[in-house]
């Protein structure tokens, strides 16, 4: 079984965050990358099934040369080979092309994508290259099992579970839930020291459409002041949740 892993290269929760040129560009000054962690879910699980059923594991990642140290760290936790486009990611329908081309051109029996990225949320990449590779699609997912070329997957929805099986080729959707945070690799030294040796290939991005483009960007208001009521003034309570804070 051969399984590409998509890797977003996404600001650490705990960067703070700036824009610069008047609002339209994100500052990356002082701000530390790592991998989306609904990916590294995926990541996690695809080095079960290569540990455990002998699947080949390859990991993708759109975008410039600055998102070399994380693709690295994909490696160095245990995925076979890198693959890299040469490409600015501004756009989930043109990273889902960008994406649908490695996928033709490897050959793969299972794509695993984060549902979404930390940064953006946009959350539509997975689906979109499912359509433009007509496979079966499971978003959302938070358990997989594979049997030769039968997969049987759990994904989350509305109040509950839902358990499905499907076939291969297959493009999920992942997140918490397909591995615990538990379960999280840490690269050690001898994951560092290989994956210095393992390929990084980078290939030049295909023509294609980017039809949407940020305009300005905001961040949330500050909060405002916080008042603090004695534990035994339940009346004073009472009147701040309903005259000013207005929830009851």
Known sequence: MKILVCISNVPDTT???????GDTKFDTNGVQFVINPNDEFGL???MWFKE???????VVNVGGAQTEPTIRKALAI???EAIRVDAEPKDGFFVAQQLAEVVKNGKYDLIIAGRESIDYNGGMVPGILA??????????CISLEIDGDT??????IDGGKEKISTSLPLVIGGQKGLVEESDLRIPNMRGIMMARK??????????????TQDQKFEKPAAKGPVKLVDAGNVGELVELLHNEAKVI
């Open 15 to 21: 960067s703070k965050i700036n824009f610069t040129e």
């Open 44 to 46: 996690t699980r695809a």
């Open 52 to 58: 455990k059923q002998g699947a080949t594991v390859h």
């Open 78 to 80: 245990g995925a076979d």
């Open 131 to 140: 359509t433009l590779l007509d496979m079966n699609f499971v978003n959302t």
């Open 151 to 156: 997969a049987t997957a759990v994904r989350e």
């Open 198 to 211: 393992k390929a990084l290939n980078v290939v030049e991005p295909v023509d294609a459409s980017q039809p």
